[in-house]
Every structure is written in structure tokens, then in C-alpha cells.
């Protein structure tokens, strides 16, 4: 029997990082006002920390949209398996050459392309898609804050989120 609502325990676990941030920012702010010495100066190394989880929980938290999407993601030893129920595939991270996020998909999805094989689209809210953060924050040169940006932002077209090699000049902008 649990005293806690479904809902809210959702809740508490998406923003799990912030809240494990919370408790150590206050742990450290305790021995900042303690008796000082060498408790005082471990404070202050936990203040920073917590500040430090803090942003990242807050963008992982972000991230995360829900789970009980269509199929189930899993990600292992450098490679994406998403397996749907009416598709799926395997993407090796390394040899991702574009991002898109595709809103106009019930739910929203992410587009993943490898050369020689064919696109894999994983919805944004299969079970295990968490686990997509840290690989697509390892992607060299991904804007985490722009790929967060546009999973809120409700765009009518699919958005290219990360290209390995640009399609455009160097010299033109986007912004």
C-alpha cells in the first residue's frame, strides 16, 4: 500500500537530480553554520555541488516528458535500440549524422539518421527514453539548451536539432 499518489510520485521522480540537490545544498549550508573548521570548508564544497546538480536535474527534468510512449528504448555499450511496436532499429552513437526532433508525430519524436540505413524514430515519451540525454548531450557541438528549447516549444515542422556535417556554408548563420 503506498501513501503516495501515482501522479505525484511521478512528479518526485522526474525531478529526482533536484531534489538529491536540494538535500545536499542543505547539508552543506548546516556545516557552513556550524562550528566551522573543517566541516565549514566541506560546506562550501557542497554548496557548489549542489548548485552544480542542480542545473543539470533541471535539464534532465526537462528532458524527461513522461513514460508509457509506444516501445521501449535501451541504451548499451554505444549503441540505441528502440523497439516499437510497429518498427524499430539500432543506431550506433558514434555514427549519428543528424538529430531531428519531429513534433508533428503523435507523440512528438526523435529522428535519428546513420548512413546506409534507414531513419529510426523514437518517440519522445517510450520507456527508457531518459536515457537519451547523455547521448545526445555527448554529441560534439549539441546546444543542450536549443534541443530543450524545441522539445518545449511546440514547432509545426521538424526541427534539426544536431548535424555531424552541416548542410549549410559555414559562413551562413542560422540565428
Do not use: C
Amino acid at each position: 500500500m503506498s501513501f503516495i499518489r501515482p501522479e505525484a510520485k511521478l512528479a518526485l521522480w522526474r525531478w529526482r537530480e533536484v531534489l538529491a540537490a536540494g538535500f545536499v545544498l542543505i547539508l552543506g549550508l548546516s556545516w557552513i553554520g556550524g562550528p566551522g573548521g573543517l566541516l565549514g570548508w566541506l560546506g562550501w564544497v557542497l554548496v557548489a555541488v549542489s548548485i552544480a546538480l542542480a542545473v543539470i536535474g533541471i535539464q534532465r527534468a526537462r528532458f524527461r516528458l513522461g513514460a508509457g510512449g509506444p516501445g521501449v528504448v535501451s541504451v548499451d555499450e554505444g549503441q540505441i535500440a528502440y523497439l516499437g511496436p510497429l518498427e524499430g532499429g539500432i543506431v550506433a552513437t558514434r555514427e549519428i549524422e543528424s538529430l531531428t526532433l519531429d513534433p508533428t508525430a503523435s507523440p512528438a519524436h526523435w529522428v535519428l539518421q546513420q548512413p546506409g540505413q534507414p531513419p529510426l524514430h523514437i518517440p519522445v515519451n517510450a520507456e527508457g527514453a531518459e536515457a537519451l540525454f547523455d547521448v545526445f548531450s555527448a554529441l560534439p557541438g549539441l546546444r543542450t539548451e536549443r534541443m530543450l528549447s524545441e522539445l518545449k516549444g511546440g514547432a509545426s515542422h521538424p526541427v534539426v536539432i544536431w548535424e555531424r556535417h552541416p548542410s549549410r556554408p559555414a559562413h551562413i548563420r542560422l540565428n
